[in-house]
């Protein structure tokens, strides 16, 4: 899909879909940074009204159909910190997906999880929501979040 008439905002709207406020950082970081033509996302979390939709491990207190909902809400709000820094509708294309999935022991859906953040990423942009992706089982998250999804897209 090229940009749509009305660019990704319309796109957006189209869908039903209404991008959060940005993230406030948890540490020492920026939302997003561009370099040349692209821009990266430090990790986003599952913020939603500035707290946490849950906390576990999935495999454990968490499903993998609740972190799969939580990595697109992660997804949702590093669109939210690319909008803020260089306007949604300067993306080309999605180029890159990492997802951090807190895992129990034993649990091996990482993609399934992570599927949740590129599904979303897909129905949005398209062909240019196509990317190359991680999902990776980690021990622990910051504030012991399931999931955590950066980003990295090309501008125009």
Request: net charge negative; aromatic share 4%; glycine share 12%.
């Amino acid at each position: 899909m090229t940009t749509p008439a009305g660019g990704w905002h319309a796109r957006l709207a189209e869908l039903g879909i209404r991008l959060p406020p940005v993230a406030a950082p948890v540490a020492a970081y920026v939302p997003a940074v561009r370099t040349g033509s692209l821009v990266f996302t430090s990790g986003q979390l599952p913020f939603v009204d500035g707290g946490l939709r849950r906390t576990g491990k999935v495999g454990g207190s968490v499903d993998a159909e609740a972190a799969a909902a939580d990595a697109k809400v992660c997804a949702l709000n590093g669109l939210a910190a690319i909008d803020d820094l260089v306007g949604l509708d300067e993306v080309a294309r999605v180029v890159r997906v990492v997802g951090y999935v807190a895992s129990a022991e034993g649990f091996t859906g990482q993609p399934r999880v992570v599927n949740g953040a590129s599904e979303l990423l897909a129905k949005i942009f398209g062909d240019a929501g196509r990317h190359a992706r991680s999902a990776i089982g980690v021990a622990e998250l910051p504030l012991g979040a399931p999931v955590e999804v950066e980003l990295t897209v090309e501008l125009r």
